[in-house]
Structure formats: C-alpha cells, structure tokens
C-alpha cells in the first residue's frame, strides 16, 4: 500500500509499505478515508522531537475492512473514527479513565505500527478502539468534524474538562492553533458564558469567533495578561486553558487564571509550572493527553446533529502524493491544519 514516510526532519515522501493484515484475532484492518496532520507532527517535522523512522499519522477515520475473530463491536463496512492511541478499555489505566497509558495500548505511527497518513492501518485491539459511526450519508462537512474526533477536537475538549468549565463560566485559552480553537468550542459546549480567545491571527480570529468566542486579545505576553485582567475586572478567568506549551504561554495561561482556579494544560509543557506564584493563589493544574476513546461516543452526538463543526479547523486540503505539501503549510502556517484525502467512502 501507499503511505506517507517518516525519513528525518523536513523529509516526509509517500512510499510504500506493507499490506496491512489481521495478525491477532483482536486486529481489524481499516481502509483510510480521512487523515489529517497533527500539531506534534510538526514537532518530528521540525526536528524539535524525536520521531522513528518509517510510519507516521495519529489520526484518521475509515472504514472497516476486515476484523480478527474475537471482534464484535466493528464489521466490515462500518464507518469508523480511530482515536490516536488504541486501548483495551479494561486494565487498570483504561478504568481509571487514562487510556492513554493504557498497558496493552500503544500509537498508530509510531514509524513501525500503521499510521493515519496511509491507505490503510492494522488497528490492534479494535474492538475497544474504534467507535462506530452510526448512519450513512454523512456529508463532506461532518465526515471533516468527524476526523476532527480522533485527536485535536476531544484534546480540545480535554483542556476544558481539566479546568472544569462550568456553565456560565468565563474562560480564557491561550492558544490558536486548532488544538486551542477546538477548546473555544469545547467551553462554550460546556455552557461557559464567555470566552476570551488570545489569538494574533485575522484567520485564526474568524474561526474562533465561529466557533463561540466572545472576546479576542490580540496581544502576547504581559501585554495580554493585563487585557484579560482587564475583561475580568481584574479577576481573572474561571477556568484558563493552556494549548500551546511553551514557557510564555504557560506562565500567560497561570498569571490569567482566578485564585482557586484550575489551569487546563494540553500543550505539551516545553517549560515549568509557576509552583510558588500558582501555590500563593491556590492555583492547581490538569491535563496531559486526552483520553480520545473516552470523548468520542459523548462528542460524536454533538457533531452528528450539526452542534458543533469543529472540522473548520481544517483549512488545507490535499492527497496522499502530497503529504510534504500538507505539513509545509502548516510549518510555514499558511493552513490551521492539513486535511489529507486518501480513499472514498
Ligand atoms: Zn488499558
């Protein structure tokens, strides 16, 4: 089969790879028809993280192709969305709602196991994995929404949990990447009165708007500290969602966030936590890596009756021959997030 390859930094080619095929009885195999590219992606990219040589891509919906004897929640044919890392929902971990170290779990394109940017992928314990996708007929628009699900949207969705947004909360994320834009979605699904998106980008501005923002702050820094104290009344917000990672957006993230708040991290920390300026405020911090697999089945009603459209984010769109094009622009921020075609329904 064809699929993107993860050579080096800045050396991303289509080649090909083996034909998947069930290996356990718990394997099915998924005939890739979305893909898209992730924000840590570009961190292999960009040579900033290490990343295996070989497979790569975390998220992709499909459809079924062929299942191992002991699956039964997914058949073939069933249109399904894969959460970027699979689990078995039953040890310890996984009940405990952290599937994401879960212990026979593991991530599609790590540079050996398929990943999302291919036409197909062997997903191990499928049947705790993926999530079906009831109906048929989906348009263009929700089947983008519906990709949206296996990564970027429920980690959105995560930051807002974190940080315990409530209804009629004030909240504020640091962030407009489509991480940070899919949590402005995320709050105002959980009923908070007003969101305050810190976003430099006209772009970048229009989707927050679209997607429920009420305030925009154009400014990095103290500069922007100083404008959401501003909004808050000197306050802060009830609940401050952290997107991007680095040290500045994290101190931003703690100093805008109200005494006896929580700090939704799902950047992945590049820094450290404020301990004494959060310890003084009672300042506490959630996060990490969302449980997708957990988001998913409570998201996908919402993205099904047209709630949410969180597939906005993805505003490039090419194929598989030009998965390099798909992470340019996003290295050089020309798109929010690459969409990457691969196979029809
Ligand atoms: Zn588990």
Redesign the pocket.
């Known amino acids: 089969m064809r699929a993107a390859i993860f050579r080096g930094p800045r050396d991303i080619e289509v080649g090909e790879r083996p034909d998947p095929a069930i290996q356990e009885p718990t394997d099915a195999i998924v005939r890739v028809v979305l893909a898209c590219v992730c924000g840590s992606d570009l961190w292999y990219y960009r040579g900033e993280s290490p990343h295996a040589a070989g497979s790569i891509g975390h998220e992709f919906i499909g459809v079924v192709e062929a299942t191992g004897s002991a699956v039964s929640a997914v058949s073939p044919g069933d249109l399904v969305v894969a959460p970027f890392i699979y ?5 310890p ?2 009940q405990h709602g952290s ?1 994401i170290s ?4 593991g991530s599609f394109g790590d540079g050996t196991i398929d990943g999302g940017q291919g036409q197909a992928v062997r997903v191990p314990l499928a049947g705790s994995t993926l999530v079906r996708i009831p109906g048929s007929g989906h348009s263009d628009q929700t089947l983008r929404s519906l990709l949206t699900l296996s990564d970027v949207m429920a980690t959105g969705h995560h930051a807002a949990i974190s940080a315990g947004v409530r209804r009629g909360d004030v909240v504020a994320v640091v962030g407009d990447g489509a991480v940070g834009l899919c949590a402005v979605l995320a709050a105002r699904r959980l009923g908070a009165d007003r969101v305050i998106a810190l976003s430099r980008h006209p772009e970048r501005q229009t989707v927050a708007k679209a997607f429920g923002a009420t305030d925009i702050v154009a400014t990095r820094g103290d500069e922007a500290i100083a404008a959401v104290m501003d909004l808050t009344g000197g306050i802060g917000a009830d609940a401050s969602l952290e997107c991007v990672g680095t040290p500045q957006a994290m101190a931003t993230a703690f100093a805008i966030a109200r005494p006896g708040s929580t700090v939704g991290m799902v950047g992945v920390p590049h820094g450290d936590v404020p301990t004494a300026q959060t310890f003084f405020r009672n300042v506490g911090w959630r996060g990490g890596p969302a449980p997708a697999r957990i988001y998913i089945p409570e998201l996908l009603g919402d993205v099904l009756s047209g709630v949410i459209n969180p597939g906005l984010v993805l505003d490039y769109e090419t194929d598989l021959d030009h998965v390099a094009d798909a992470y340019a622009a996003m290295d050089q921020r020309r798109a929010i997030k690459s969409l990457i075609r691969i196979g029809s329904l």
Not at 87 to 91: Q, V
Not at 102 to 105: I, L, N, T
């Open positions: 689990s078995d929902m039953t040890c971990h996984c599937t879960c212990k026979r779990g």
